[in-house]
């Protein structure tokens, strides 16, 4: 059976659970724990946004690395797998350098996670059909399947323009941010309550 390996911050320790590790990040914030994406898919968010403010220009990985602030062989790393996944093209020579391989309208935010992380999948079987032992009695894969690909379709609707701050956000939410505000103090509360009634 696989396990899950999980590497919690902000200590960096890990818990192996099993042989045949599948990976994850899980993330402690005030109390609560949370999955979110990794430091270099957020770096090559920063590299495409710098790339989208410019979109004409061809940009050396050095350049990049000036202007982000980020490791060079780190830009050049991540370069190499935006070039893969087709979201930069590169030229040589003397003028060579990278530039993004379509505009930033056209880039979602699910397109970049995928180039880094691969596609989305909460769960096993959000993933695809046969990942999971128990699939065939299992009660939660449907509500699981829903909330992946729901949380798809929000990464395919934010574009590089948006994450650059080139486009304005064409969905104002204030009431679904205010729900999720909500939530978020909800679950601090009680995750603080608990802690502390385990400590009496």
């Not at 949370?34 to 410019?54: C, F, H, N, P, W």
């Not at 980020?70 to 070039?83: C, D, G, N, R, Y």
């Amino acid at each position: 059976m696989d396990a899950i390996h999980v590497t919690v911050e902000p200590h960096g320790s890990a818990v192996l659970l099993a042989r045949n590790t599948i990976s994850t990040k899980m993330v402690l914030l005030k109390g609560t724990t949370m999955l979110r994406i990794s430091k270099l898919s957020d770096y090559a968010m920063v590299i495409l946004a710098t790339l989208a403010g410019e979109p004409g220009r061809v940009q050396t990985a050095t350049a990049l690395a000036e202007r982000t602030r980020i490791a060079a062989p780190t830009v050049s790393k991540l370069l190499k797998q935006l070039h893969r996944a087709g979201l930069v093209s590169s030229s040589r020579g003397l003028h060579g350098g990278y530039q993004l391989a379509r505009p930033a309208t056209e880039i979602s935010a699910a397109a970049i996670l995928d180039a880094l992380e691969g596609p989305l999948a909460l769960t096993d079987c959000a993933a695809a059909r046969g990942q999971c032992g128990i699939e065939d009695t299992c009660r939660v894969s449907h509500a699981w399947q829903r909330l992946n690909w729901a949380i798809r379709r929000s990464l395919y609707e934010v574009t590089l323009a948006q994450l650059a701050g080139l486009d304005s956000m064409q969905a104002n939410l204030p009431a679904m941010e205010q729900e999720i505000k909500l939530a978020a103090g909800v679950s601090h509360a009680a995750a603080t309550n608990a802690l502390a009634s385990n400590r009496r």
